[in-house]
Nanobody
Framework: QVQLVESGGGLVQAGGSLRLSCAAS????????VGWFRQAPGKEREFVAN????????YYADSVKGRFTISKDNTKNTAYLQMNSLEPEDTAVYYC????????????????????WGQGTQVTVSS
């Protein structure tokens, strides 16, 4: 069992930055890949980025590539999402999730490949 708690969301102006954290409980966090998803009002939850268990491989949605960076610190049981050059279109609730396997391509986008989810943190980008 893994419990995930996101933090770091808030209100920021367009062009600004935020760093989200995903703190995990449980000694097995280091063996999991981690993904970040987001859900804007009236839209489906969408994939943002993921990272493998060791932090050596990552994959991004085209919409955030070059602006967002995912990382994972197994010594702190925490994953991060550094978000730069934020745009109003990035406004959403952001969720982290763990996965028993690392997926790139279409597999990364499937919610079924992620087993534990956090409650989310709100990110609002004003224009």
């Amino acid at each position: 069992q893994v419990q995930l708690v996101e933090s770091g969301g808030g209100l920021v102006q367009a062009g600004g930055s935020l760093r989200l954290s995903c703190a995990a409980s449980g000694r097995t966090f280091s063996s999991y890949a981690v993904g970040w998803f987001r859900q804007a009002p009236g839209k489906e939850r969408e994939f943002v980025a993921n990272i493998n268990w060791s932090g050596s491989s990552s994959y991004y949605a085209d919409s955030v590539k070059g602006r967002f960076t995912i990382s994972k610190d197994n010594t702190k049981n925490t994953a991060y999402l550094q978000m730069n050059s934020l745009e109003p279109e990035d406004t959403a609730v952001y969720y982290c999730a763990t996965s028993g396997g690392y997926y790139s391509g279409s597999g990364a986008y499937s919610h079924r490949n992620y087993n534990y989810w956090g409650q989310g943190t709100q990110v609002t980008v004003s224009s």
